[in-house]
């Protein structure tokens, strides 16, 4: 029944990104979906609805604070570049995480990658992620707090 509800599901998102709804397509859709889940075999979740309303509220202020991170970096970015002789210190540095599951981790990662000048290079054992960044010196303690913040989120949405 879960596996029936994600193929339904998955296949539902491929229809609406190729906005194709003609038998072949749709039978794609759904064995590409199969094939996704055979590959991927998720380990089933049971929802705690008690922590739903906080989780969906959590969901939508991540989402918020991520385009807003994304809009800031990105304008401080592209005044590095339209302004060379700005100075900068780029390098590596290292933010510790402590979210507790893997895939809290690898949220948090993609956030910090995807904002512009920065990049999560790599990611220890012990939940230490080594980021580069444009401006080095700035960006530690800017990152350290935005990671505090999305580490709060992702322990709600994670419940």
Known sequence: MYN??????????????TANLQLGNILVGLLLSSLI???LRPAIQIV???FLPSSTWAILRYTVVLAYDLIVSGIQVARIVLDPALPIQQGNIAIPTNCQSESSQALSAHAITLTPGEMV?????????YTHALDAEHAEASVARAQQKREQMLRKIMR
Not at 121 to 129: F, I, N, R, T, W
């Open 48 to 50: 705690n609805w008690r």
């Open 121 to 129: 290079v790599e990611m220890a054992e012990e939940g230490v992620m």
């Open 4 to 17: 029936l509800r994600a193929v339904l599901l998955l296949t539902a998102t491929y229809l609406a990104l």
């Open 37 to 39: 889940l055979l590959l």
